[in-house]
């Protein structure tokens, strides 16, 4: 528009000189009026601007972390062991393998729990209800959770037996697996605790390792 404006100008200064010194002997329908370059200008309309179509959100679809690996150990066929600092959860197998997942633990030194467990509680699509601590951290948050997707716990949940609130879970926020992230529960991605939930038992040994 900026640029039409310029033209606009040097067009009506050109008429101007123009009419200004016509020669004698032009008849005067001959001449360009000022008024009549305006109209025609009014006429012409500005570029559209381009419209670009806006870029779809691709949502970002987070799969298992289970791998089959070889381990080492001195536990049986069975057994649980979390390694904190690997973010890892193995199940240990027969003939020096195990079954490997993703994990997300305590956000500090002092929600990383270490000792010997046992899953003394097997919930599916859990419904959660917040601990005061973490009430008194978020305030506004809702005092139940009932099974869906918005659920912390996300769709299994193994308590661990001798401690007041710690359990391996499923999230809602798949992201964090491989963070230290949580209160200090062990949380995996739904595809993993499913596939974890159906191999263990009440009563499985879990031993947490730093």
């Given at each position: ?10 067009i009506i200064l050109?008429a ?7 020669p004698?002997?032009?008849a005067a ?5 000022v ?6 200008l ?7 601007k ?8 691709v949502k970002?679809?987070?799969?298992a972390?289970k ?5 080492s150990?001195?536990?049986?066929p069975?057994?649980?062991?979390i390694?904190?600092s690997e973010?890892?959860?193995?199940l240990v ?7 490997r997942y993703?994990?997300?633990?305590g ?24 601990t005061?601590?973490i ?6 948050m809702?005092?139940?959770?009932k099974?869906?997707p918005?659920?912390p716990?996300?769709?299994r949940?193994m308590?661990l037996g001798?401690?007041?609130t710690?359990?391996?879970h499923g999230?809602?926020?798949p992201w964090?697996?491989g963070k230290?992230?949580?209160?200090g529960?062990y ?5 993993d ?6 191999r263990?038992?009440?009563?499985t ?5 730093a």
């Open positions: 528009m900026e640029g039409i404006m310029k033209l606009l100008v040097k050109s101007t000189l123009a009419v200004s010194f016509v004698k002997g032009f329908s001959q001449i360009i009026h008024d009549e370059v305006i109209k025609s009014s006429r012409i309309k500005a570029p559209a381009k419209r670009y179509p806006k870029e779809k959100k970002k679809v987070y799969g972390t791998e089959n690996v070889s381990f150990t001195q536990y049986k069975g057994t649980l062991i390694k904190t973010r890892k959860i193995y197998g027969e003939w020096g393998r195990a079954i993703g994990i997300a633990v956000s500090t030194a002092g929600r990383q729990w270490k000792g010997k467990s046992y899953i003394s509680r097997k919930r599916p699509n859990p419904t959660w209800i917040p005061a601590s009430l008194r951290e978020n305030p506004k809702p005092r139940v959770y099974p869906g918005r659920n716990l996300g769709m949940a308590n001798g401690t007041p710690l359990r391996i999230t809602n926020a964090s697996i230290a992230a949580s209160h529960c949380r995996m991605r739904n595809v605790v499913i596939d974890l939930y159906n263990v038992e009440v009563g040994q879990v031993i947490i390792e």
